[in-house]
């Protein structure tokens, strides 16, 4: 199993010279098995690059394509109307998401291509969709992958995702705030709030459920937006630090972490700094610690290998280098 | 009047290296009057840089006055709508200002729409901390703001109508008609030839090459040749070329400029993120 990162950043896509290294696209992962079948994880703006080659790769023939959805925040959701595949009569697109009724979510992607919003609406849109309710711990099949949905807390509701494959496992935690505030049954909170017992109850069982879904996962990409100083300015905007996704994978004896949903206001300099202090934390509690760029692909489950590319003639290896 | 572009790319954010010079950022452009009053036009992911730089001026004290024009609300032009940080600071007033989309739905419903709990965490304008008025006009409509006249226009984009816009301020006239497709380049309607004429700068939708366009009729944009006819029959005195295709590189808008300029005597450029412009 491999996964590339088409998009890395939150919230909003951000062009210009402080992103060109890491990227400025909004949240997409491409799931590749050994065998070739594909997954794409959330449909932010670097999904219409990945479409880009899709249809490149299908020359112009039907396919039919998974995508789970985190949630349908903006930036998670924005590229699904630039998938070019959409396009080809005859694919099909089979879209997963937490929402209380696979009817709502057709209501909710449909309502994204609304005449006031984008030229050409969902229904005429050549491809077909069917849409899938997910939930979390119930587990369901796609092909080559086993993919169990585990609840995250961010508002209005977020599911990660743990993927199984080719004998190894990655997870997809994004986007979640800690376990200290309540946000997963909110639809906005102008700040921290009291918690009650329930809540502080439930929110100990989400975490907890979350370290063991993660347990035995090679690989975790995880929402890292905010810096610790940062989140104390922002304590309640439903993301998380590098040192808290650490703690979550260090819990689960996971090998690798990726940082993943960079904030916009992060640049290129920033990242790397970040990077390297990540990388050298992560190494002294035992976690390789990686920073996703745009592009980034790495083999989930194979033992390190500093020297051998992991996919002959494309230059890749197992720890990737961030463009010059 | 001095115009700054925030951001000049069209339908699809860009990012990397093929973008640099033109710039990524979804349409949204300054207007600033000799005496300092400010007009946005357009809340694209342009607005979004042009956030950070209000937000170290009164805006960040909760004491910043500003009117926006909407052309239309597809997502290009709004998406930088729940990230503009003046809108969560109390004590900003800010207009946004549009015609309707359709007859069946306000602009205020879009916009609550674009907020609604399942797309943002906003949950709704009446979460934004500012003032914010929304204000539908019907199109064709004359009005005036602080420091700024406005008229405009209904132009065909596609399956809607889009607003064209004719700004005037200390004696100069900017035209903005973006995201707008004649039947024929060639055959400009009268509304957008009126917008247009004399004006000192016309910002014109430039989607296409003139190579593509045959591909691309009918899907409400116009190639670079359609602008050149509006500003020669309008006599408009300069032409900047405007929402650029996301398949366009920095080297491809290079050539469109080269050969749109050699068919015109009217000074051509294209749109480009960065410094005040002179109008």
């Keep these: 199993m491999q996964i590339t990162f088409w998009g890395v950043r939150g919230s909003y896509p951000v062009p210009g010279a402080a992103t060109v290294r890491y990227g400025g696209q909004t949240s997409c992962v491409e799931v590749r098995s050994a065998s070739g079948e594909a997954l794409i994880v959330d449909a932010g703006t670097g999904m219409r690059a990945l479409g880009n080659k899709l249809a490149g790769e299908a020359q112009g023939r039907p396919g039919h394509y998974h995508v789970l959805l985190s949630h349908v925040h903006w930036d998670h959701i924005q590229g699904l109307p630039f998938f070019s595949p959409a396009y080809i009569p005859g694919t099909q697109i089979s879209v997963y998401a937490l929402l209380t009724a696979a009817d709502e979510l057709n209501q909710v992607i449909g309502g994204i291509t609304r005449a006031e919003f984008f030229p050409q609406p969902l229904a005429s849109v050549p491809a077909n969709f069917d849409f899938h309710q997910v939930e979390p711990g119930i587990e369901f099949t796609i092909g080559a992958f086993t993919v169990s949905p585990i609840a995250l807390n961010h508002p209005f509701g977020s599911v990660g995702y743990r993927i199984d494959g080719d004998d190894a496992s990655w997870a997809y935690v994004s986007d979640t705030a800690p376990f200290d505030q309540v946000l997963h049954k909110q639809h906005f909170l102008s700040g921290p709030e009291p918690l009650s017992d329930t809540d502080q109850t439930s929110l100990v069982a989400m975490r907890a459920a979350l370290v063991e879904r993660l347990r035995g996962c090679d690989t975790v990409v995880y929402d890292t937006h905010f810096l610790p100083e940062e989140y104390a300015k922002f304590p309640h905007y439903g993301h998380s630090t590098p040192d808290q996704a650490l703690d979550i994978c260090v819990e689960a004896n996971v090998r690798r972490l990726v940082l993943y949903h960079h904030a916009p206001s992060h640049t290129d300099d920033q990242m790397d700094s970040i990077a390297a202090s990540y990388l050298a934390k992560g190494a002294s509690r035992g976690v390789e610690v990686l920073t996703s760029f745009e592009g980034m692909s790495i083999p989930i489950g194979s033992a390190p290998s500093f020297d051998e590319p992991t996919r002959p003639g494309t230059g890749v290896h197992d720890v990737p280098q961030v463009p010059k | ?279």
């Design chain 2, 1 to 279: 009047m001095k115009l700054r572009f925030w951001g000049v790319r069209g339908s699809f954010a860009m990012s990397g290296r093929d973008y640099l010079r033109y710039g990524g950022n979804t349409t949204s452009i300054e207007l600033v009057s000799a005496a300092g009053d400010r007009l946005l036009v357009d809340l694209g992911t342009g607005a979004t840089e042009l956030a950070k730089h209000l937000m170290a001026s009164e805006f960040g004290k909760g004491a910043g006055k500003l009117p926006i024009l909407l052309s239309h609300t597809h997502l290009d032009h709004i998406q930088g709508l729940p990230f503009f940080t003046p809108f969560f600071i109390k004590g900003n007033e800010i207009r946004i200002m549009g015609a309707d989309p359709t007859s069946g739905i306000s602009l205020e419903a879009t916009l609550q729409n674009q907020l609604a709990p399942h797309y943002s965490p906003l949950n709704g304008l009446e979460n934004l901390a500012a003032g914010v008025s929304i204000e539908s006009f019907a199109p064709g409509a004359t009005f005036q703001l602080p420091g700024f006249s406005i008229t405009t226009a209904a132009i065909p984009h596609g399956s809607m109508m889009t607003t064209a816009f004719r700004i005037t301020a200390d004696g100069k006239v900017v035209t903005f008609l973006s995201d707008v497709e004649y039947p024929s380049p060639d055959e400009p309607l009268p509304q957008a030839l009126a917008l247009a004429q004399d004006a000192d700068l016309l910002i014109h939708d430039a989607m296409h090459s003139d190579l593509e366009y045959d591909l691309r009729k009918g899907w409400g944009h116009s190639p670079a040749r359609a602008g050149v006819v509006v500003a020669e029959k309008a006599r408009a005195r300069k032409l900047a070329l405007f929402h650029h295709s996301p398949d366009a590189t920095d080297e491809m808008i290079d050539e469109v400029v080269q050969r749109t300029s050699a068919q015109t005597a009217v000074p051509v450029f294209a749109a480009a993120e960065g410094a005040y412009l002179d109008v």
